[in-house]
């Protein structure tokens, strides 16, 4: 069955909407009739007129009924005629059969893997379903999706994304159950079918983690060898607790799709079944993503700022910004729900650029020594214009680059290290500084933090809200701490929540430090008000603050 194309309920062979075939039958059967039709007269005519011949060449009789003969020849004529035009008609229609057999096919197949398509192989599940429902058997369902195939096509060109192609559909054939059938769905998406008896999911979780590893094995192409992995999303007709008990081929292959997200969302190269939760989960998700559009284009995205502090003298030295969405629909939503599906559907950078032009413009009235500081998406960073982008809404801003600091996590030292160094150099030469955000959490090695001119290292906060615990381990907080003054980098605490953790950082020398303890992050207004109270503080006897001086300046 597998990668055969048959004659389903949409390609009936009689009649089209057009009627033309039915058109066509009629034709021949007026042709038969003509040629049939004539053989009556001829038997007719000729035994009438044959013996009157004949005995005129014996010389028996006259000369046979002109007439008659004349009728005799002509009636040969038309049986000659009629014979031929019937036996054309039917070649015709042989042709015409032929050809269209090979148009259904062409429709029903992948020119590239030469595996069913989507339109394909859908009656062939519908069938699968129907005969599993009367055999107690269920049906399994694969949804297998190359992963970072869109990389291969970029890095390898596109003839070595068609051999991997090719490859995978001819490994997916190759491992394919005998009963089953297989497609390739589009893009880089394949998909199988097979029955199983019921309730023997363990067999097709065996089939699963069988594709998983030979598709996964490296793909030679030319000289270059291609490693690839697929996410593989699994959905059984049986599902209990799903809305729907008895699936069709598009349900069934809608939640293998669900499933093979949920794979692809948990880190790739594995396989999921389906669960009726994950309906509600993409339902949620779909519905953030629409949110997130239509918020980016209301401007519904504000920044909120966290204070920087010198914890030796407790002096506020600047903000970091961080992003918060106030939706209507879902109220105040924090950057780490946001900010991987701004990533995802590819939104990041303007959602990027609007926040840090707001916050250049809240910025403008603080005082100016204060620092601002915005964390930057590894995504970002591919963008080679990156970095003019940046300058220009400094630029436009009037705000000096050397007030300013972008945050990297160290995920972006595993892009493409070349674009990420000169986007650095060139904000760098600006005099823009660049901060190592998180450090600690990510597989940096000391070969790739020498490698990039960094200005400051921030220490993740999950290191530094440990200290706070009685007998925490306050070793490494130092390690890091010197492993920073080892490469001349000044250090960021992230997370200092309380006095305890502060008591120890303290000892550990000169270091800047940020979290609640000092505050939680706060909209314009808000620090704009600290600000203000903060500078009253200090000019207490009628001068006025920067702050509130550039305020009243409007
Ligand atoms: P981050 O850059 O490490 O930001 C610090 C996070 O720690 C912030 O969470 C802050 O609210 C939280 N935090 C600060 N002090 C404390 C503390 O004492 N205890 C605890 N438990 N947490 C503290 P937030 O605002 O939810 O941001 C989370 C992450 O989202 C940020 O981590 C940053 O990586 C990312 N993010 C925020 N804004 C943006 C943005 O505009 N662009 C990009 N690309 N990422 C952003
Ligand atoms: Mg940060
Ligand atoms: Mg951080």
């Known amino acids: ?67 008659l003969t004349n009728a005799l020849l002509l009636n040969i004529a038309l049986v000659i005629f009629g014979w031929r035009r019937y036996e054309e008609l039917r070649r015709e229609v042989g042709v015409r059969r032929q050809a269209e057999q090979t148009a259904r096919t062409l429709a029903e197949t992948d020119p590239l893997t030469g595996c069913l398509n989507r339109r394909g192989v859908t009656p062939a599940i519908g069938q699968m379903l129907d005969a599993a429902r009367g055999q107690d058997q269920e049906v399994a369902l694969f949804l297998i999706d190359l992963d970072n ?15 991997v192609l090719v490859e995978t559909g001819r490994r997916v054939q190759q491992l394919l159950p005998r009963d089953g059938v297989c497609a390739r769905m589009g893009g880089d998406e394949f998909a199988c079918a097979f029955p199983f008896d019921a309730g023997d999911r363990a067999r097709a979780d065996r089939i699963a983690a069988e594709f998983l590893g030979a598709i996964s094995a490296p793909i030679q192409f030319a000289d270059l060898t291609i490693d690839v992995t697929v996410s593989v999303g699994l959905a059984s007709s049986h599902q209990p607790g799903a809305a729907v008990a008895s699936p069709d081929a598009e349900m069934l292959i809608h939640w293998a799709d669900i499933a093979m997200y949920h794979a692809k969302k948990h880190g790739r190269d594995r396989h999921a079944w389906f669960e009726p939760q994950m309906e509600s989960d993409i339902r949620f998700r779909n519905a953030l993503e629409s949110g997130l559009r239509r918020g980016v284009a209301a401007g519904e995205f504000v920044p909120y700022y966290e204070q920087q502090i010198d914890i030796q003298t407790g002096k506020l030295v600047g903000f970091e910004m961080l992003a918060r969405w106030i939706s209507p629909d879902f109220g105040v939503v924090t950057p780490e729900m946001f900010i991987p599906l701004a990533e995802e559907i590819g939104v990041i950078g303007e959602l990027s650029e609007s926040l ?21 998406s590894p995504i970002q960073l591919r963008d ?17 680059p050397h007030r300013f600091e972008i945050e990297i996590t160290e995920s972006c030292l595993h892009e493409n290290i070349a674009v990420v160094r000169s986007i650095i150099t060139s904000l760098k030469n600006q005099g823009v500084k660049i901060s190592l955000d998180d450090f600690g959490t990510g597989y940096s ?10 200005d400051r290292l921030k220490i993740d906060r999950s290191f530094v809200t440990e200290l706070a615990r009685e007998g925490a381990n306050t070793e490494l907080v130092a390690a890091i701490v010197a492993l920073g ?7 960021v605490a992230e997370g200092i929540e309380n006095d305890e953790a502060l008591a120890v950082l303290l000892k550990l020398g000169d270091l ?28 207490p006897h009628g001068g006025r603050s920067k702050a509130a001086a550039k305020r009243a300046a409007g």
């Open 485 to 491: 003054r080892g490469l001349g980098l000044p250090i």
């Open 149 to 163: 195939f869109k990389a291969i096509n970029d890095r390898c060109g596109h003839s070595a994304g068609d051999a």
């Open 445 to 454: 090695s000391l070969a790739q933090l020498r490698a990039l001119p960094f």
């Open 1 to 67: 069955m597998a990668g055969s194309t048959r004659p389903g309920p949409d390609h009936p062979e009689v009649s089209t909407a057009t009627g033309e075939p039915l058109e066509r039958a009629q034709r021949d059967v007026v042709a038969l009739g003509i040629a049939v039709a004539s053989i009556i007269l001829f038997v007719g005519v000729a035994g009438r007129v044959m013996p009157q011949v004949v005995r005129s060449w014996m010389g028996l009789a006259h000369r046979p009924d002109m007439l």
């Open 384 to 400: 080679p214009w990156f970095a003019q982008k940046l300058l220009r809404l400094l630029t436009e801003a009037g705000f000096p």
């Open 356 to 376: 840090i032009r707001k916050a250049l413009q809240d910025a403008q009235i603080w005082d100016d020594e204060l620092t601002l500081s915005v964390n930057i």
């Open 512 to 539: 800047k430090g940020q979290g609640y303890h000092y505050g939680r992050p706060e909209d314009a207004e808000a620090t704009l008000q600290r600000l203000m109270g903060q500078a009253a503080r200090e000019v």
